[in-house]
């Protein structure tokens, strides 16, 4: 079997738009549950809203697609009545971080057993391009004209302090290195939260200086460095630039984990 | 095996284009009935999968259909008596 015979083929071609990143994180964590040899019948896809919300629909298995910002709710009801099931939930970082931030916090620290899947666009891509926790200092976006002069949540620091058993970040261009950490959140009991920054070029890029999807995909690939060679600098007392973008594997502990499968 | 790009599928976002080691996809010059610029391919017998798909019994590389957003692309067994083209690049 291949992450394909997870599709539901009569579903595509998907409303994304050309070029946005989301998609490739469907096929990343789809090859990773693959991977795993896991049944269909039990294998569950929970999401709240948003255009990442969305992915469950394009997947055969049973699915919930539930309200903004309370998929880990709903995924930690299902995990609990039943730990048998596999659990894999998708989000966006408005749906995780903004208005499902305390959700996101709390079932980090019951690090429930379920792997998480954050397809962080720094925006709000479905409702038109608001700015998000996640929106970068200076990005713009609708209700950021100016230039956001907030400071941007680190989605991975944040479950690491609340307790996640497993976290790990890249992007949409790294796609065996998701694949592989996604496959390890798998694997690992307790919260596994993989974060995938992605291109949103309809309504991020286009306002940011990446006219094609490929321009931001290249960003990615020039400002990605690796967590080990980042603690490197650090202990040499040397400057990490401020837009780097820190990938690998952040966390991988043995916290107590609830509904895991006995 | 051949490499294939399905049309009703590809969005013409040129992500394919980027990421193959042997530069078998380039951007499309004319587009198809959708409006769609799908990409142009380059001696697609060069990808190794089309040789050695069947052989290691698992996709070789695969990049092109790991990064591909709308899952066009795809190998496909030939017909039967259908002409193969094999291309080696040194
Ligand atoms: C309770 C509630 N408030 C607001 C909305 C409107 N809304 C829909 S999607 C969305 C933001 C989605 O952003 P994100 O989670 O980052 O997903 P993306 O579309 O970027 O993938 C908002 C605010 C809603 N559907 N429900
Ligand atoms: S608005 Fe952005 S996130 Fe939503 S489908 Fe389009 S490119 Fe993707
Ligand atoms: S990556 Fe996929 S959708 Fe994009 S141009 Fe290539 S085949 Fe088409
Ligand atoms: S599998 Fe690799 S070599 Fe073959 S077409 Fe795709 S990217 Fe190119």
């Given at each position: 079997m291949t992450f394909s015979d997870w599709l539901r083929v009569d579903r595509l071609p998907h409303i994304y738009c050309a070029g946005c990143g989301n998609g490739t994180v469907i096929n990343c964590t789809l090859s990773a549950v693959d991977q795993m040899g896991w049944k269909k019948e039990e294998t569950v896809f929970v999401s709240g809203i948003g255009c990442s919300s969305r992915?469950?629909?394009?997947?055969?298995t049973d699915s919930l697609h539930t309200t903004h910002g309370r998929a880990l709710a709903f995924a930690t009801g299902i995990k609990l009545a039943n730990p048998s099931l596999n659990v894999v939930v998708f989000t966006g970082d408005g749906d995780l971080a903004a208005i499902g931030g305390n959700h996101f916090i709390h079932a980090c620290r019951r690090n429930i057993d379920i792997t998480v899947v954050c397809m962080n666009?720094?925006?709000?891509?479905?409702?038109?391009g608001q700015g998000s926790p996640?929106?970068?200092?200076m990005a713009l976006s609708t209700t950021t004209?100016?230039?956001?002069v907030e400071p941007a949540f680190d989605l991975c620091e944040l479950a690491i302090a609340a307790g996640a058993n497993y976290v790990s970040r890249w992007t949409s261009y790294h796609v065996k290195e998701l694949t592989r950490a996604i496959l390890a959140g798998l694997r690992t009991p307790g919260l596994s939260f993989i974060e995938a920054l992605v291109q949103?070029?309809?309504?991020?890029g286009r306002r940011n200086r990446y006219r094609q999807a490929i321009d931001q995909i290249e960003y990615f690939k020039e400002h990605g460095m690796l967590v080990e060679k980042a603690r490197r600098l650090r202990e040499e007392g040397k400057e990490i630039p401020p837009d780097t973008i820190i990938l690998g594997e952040l966390a991988r502990r043995n916290r107590p984990a609830m509904g895991v499968k006995a | 095996m051949k490499l294939h790009v399905d049309e009703k599928r590809c969005k013409g976002c040129n992500l394919c284009t980027l990421v193959c080691p042997y530069r078998i996809f380039r951007p499309g010059k004319r587009p198809n009935q959708k409006g769609v610029f799908v990409p142009e391919l380059d001696?697609?017998?060069?990808?190794p999968n089309t040789r050695l798909q069947a052989l290691y019994g698992r996709t070789l590389c695969g990049m092109c259909q790991m990064i591909c957003p709308d899952q066009a692309i795809s190998w496909e067994e030939e017909k039967k008596g259908e002409k193969r083209k094999v291309a080696i690049e040194f």
């Open positions: 992915a469950p629909g394009y997947i055969v666009n720094m925006i709000y891509g479905m409702t038109g996640t929106t970068p200092r004209p100016y230039g956001s949103c070029p309809t309504n991020y | 001696r697609p017998e060069r990808c």
